[in-house]
């Protein structure tokens, strides 16, 4: 999928809005010559451009090819001089016409009542002189809501006459996780002709870094759902903290309330002009982030320990938890200096580690370490020297704890499979990206799955020559929240209930029997349990997927459950339209693994 790039723009300093200027003419002549002609071209272009041709299954989405009506040349960004209305002043307008025709077909999952539009400002000047800027989110309904954000320069005297900025089109699968404007989104396809990828708004060009008028450097972590949107659970959402500290330009940074989500707890925002929170991060000065400036990758860093040795060893600097990371910075509010020894020192900034690790806040990490090394004892020692955790306090005077990756706890995205069924005989290529990396795979990954791939689903490994049912993997993704809706099942129905919910779903019976055959076994410890199930666009979040050649259909399901001793009130989701398959289909099952 070709990806428009967003340069980021340094928005403490001023931003300047080069002038556009549209060409002279007679426009009375223009008119009364070709007023049929601009006509028809303006509805066939808009039916062709604007239209978003997004099958929507909520998650279970369907990928398609993008059709990308830019050509290769360079094109230089032209920016637009948005005069924006305060927020309290952002009225709700109407859905975009064009945006309602392509979310209405008949196997969407839109809802109307779960979508918006805001009116939030107008175009000053050049070509788009009076137009005005329309944010729309649609939300779809299934066993999470999804949000979709469309931002549109409308004609005010003509709808029709519209221009989609696909630059800014952006995916928001569960609130918690940020999503960042260049992408296009999560998995989802986006099939365009005309809609302009060079039109910038100075507002929206995230810079990666901010600094604060005390001179904390932050890091930007992404963006979240519309600060008033109605369609995000109020008792959710975040909630306006205080007034931190402030930009240069007067943008007031806020810090995150307590008790908002365990994700952004000790996080930092501010609202840009279209009331959505951009969320930094207190900047962590030898910390790289990965791809599209992600925060919650791996790291191996440049320590040299009191001993002389160099870290060799991969960190995390979230917090692990079930199938990925609850948190992006893992702030240790019950760790004091008395707590910590100097253990050495990384560009020139000074790191500590545990002077004991008998507390209890490390025991399931030491299990799990232990349980993967085939060790039946360590000693503390011997641990300790490991170096399994280090901290480094940041410029508030926090304690941030990192952790070895060898040393997350046990939980992880258990047993996906990957089943891949082309329409003939064909050699497939597939990559995936768990945020948080692999701990198994079979066949062996590699550089990435190599197999020839049959109708029935039957693949032979083209490294080793063996054939596999599937591509089975294990591994941690990125920013993990269980899902908001569940049932509650007795042990002696969850059989019957796996079996009708995931063929609802779209599995075929063998797929539901691999499934069950896995874990059934694991969940006969408990009278009752809570049992939720992510899709496709969580997937594509937690372990990005690429395949060549590009599949028809994709489905992608993850199981979440927790043990109860006691039923409570089940919260059930809306599950969507069963999953159709068409042509190549990928299916793809898992669970979290406690």
């Known amino acids: 999928m070709k990806q428009t790039k967003v340069e980021p723009v340094d928005m403490t300093e001023q931003v300047p809005v080069p002038e556009v200027t549209a060409p002279k003419f007679n426009k009375t002549l223009l008119i009364a010559i070709a007023a049929p002609v601009v006509v028809l071209l303006v509805i066939a272009s808009f039916i062709s451009g604007l239209l978003v041709s997004r099958l929507i299954a909520n998650e279970t989405e369907v990928e398609d090819e ?10 230089e960004e032209v920016f637009l001089d948005v005069e924006f209305l305060p927020i309290a002043a952002q009225e709700k307008v109407e859905l975009n016409p064009g945006l309602v025709a392509t979310f209405s077909k008949p196997d969407s999952t839109f809802s109307v009542d779960e979508s918006s539009a805001y009116l939030l400002g107008v175009v000053q000047g050049g070509t788009y002189d009076g137009y005005e800027l329309v944010q729309n989110i649609f939300g779809s309904l299934g066993m999470g809501w999804a949000y979709d954000y469309y931002y549109v320069l409308e004609n005010p005297n003509d709808r029709i006459d519209a221009v989609l900025l696909s630059r800014y089109m952006s995916y928001m699968g569960m609130w918690e996780f940020p999503v960042r404007e260049s ?9 365009t ?42 008792n959710k959402a975040p909630k306006i903290g205080s007034s931190w500290s402030q930009l240069a330009d007067g943008t007031v940074v806020y810090e995150m309330v307590e008790g908002t989500s365990t994700v952004y707890e000790d996080s930092f925002y501010t609202i840009r002009p279209d009331n959505r929170y951009a969320i930094y ?11 599209e400036g992600d925060l919650n990758v791996p790291n191996t860093p440049n320590i040299i320990w009191e001993d002389g040795s160099r870290n060799t060893d991969e960190y995390l600097r979230g917090d692990q938890s079930r199938c990925g990371m609850s948190s992006i910075t893992n702030v240790a509010s019950d760790i004091t200096d008395s707590d910590l020894i100097f253990a050495g020192t990384i560009e020139s900034e000074r790191v500590f580690t545990p002077k004991t690790l008998t507390a209890d806040r490390y025991k399931s990490s030491i299990a799990s370490y232990n349980s993967f090394s085939g060790e039946e004892e360590v000693t503390l020692e011997e641990l300790q020297e490991i170096h399994p955790y280090f901290y480094w306090q940041d410029s508030l005077g926090r304690w941030i704890e990192f952790t070895n990756v060898n040393f997350l706890p046990a939980a992880e995205c258990g047993k996906p499979v990957i089943y891949l069924y082309p329409e003939e005989t064909t050699q497939v290529n597939v ?38 049912p599937y591509l089975f993997w294990e591994g ?34 063998k797929e539901i029997a691999d499934f069950n055959e896995f874990w059934l076994p694991r969940m006969q410890n408990a009278p009752y349990y809570k049992i939720g199930f992510h899709g496709t666009s969580v997937m594509n979040a937690l372990a990005p997927m690429q395949i060549t050649p590009a599949p028809d259909s ?12 006691t039923a409570i009130p089940s919260n059930p989701p809306t599950l969507p339209k069963t999953f159709e398959r068409t042509g190549f289909t990928v299916v793809e099952w898992g669970g979290v693994i406690q």
């Open 183 to 191: 992408d296009t989104t999560n998995g989802d396809t986006f099939s």
């Open 281 to 291: 991060e207190v900047n962590v000065p030898f910390w790289t982030a990965g791809p």
């Open 554 to 565: 994709v489905l992608r399901i993850l199981m979440d459950y927790q043990e109860l001793d």
């Open 476 to 509: 941690k993704g990125g920013l993990y929240q269980a899902p908001e809706k569940y049932w509650v099942i007795a042990k002696a129905d969850v059989e019957g209930f796996l079996t009708s919910t995931l063929a609802q779903l779209g599995l075929n019976e």
């Open 193 to 234: 002709t005309i809609t302009d990828g060079e039109l910038a708004i100075p507002e929206f060009e995230m810079s990666s870094t901010i600094t604060d008028v005390n001179e904390i450097l932050f890091d930007y972590a992404g963006l979240l759902n519309r600060i008033d949107f109605e369609g995000v659970d109020a």
């Open 431 to 468: 990559q995936l990206a768990p945020v948080g990396g692999f701990s198994y795979t079979e066949p062996a990954y590699g550089m990435g799955w190599n197999v020839v791939a049959e109708p029935n689903g039957e693949l032979t490994n083209l490294s080793d020559g063996k054939t596999y």
């Open 66 to 75: 993008v059709i990308d009506g830019s050509d290769e040349t360079d094109t």
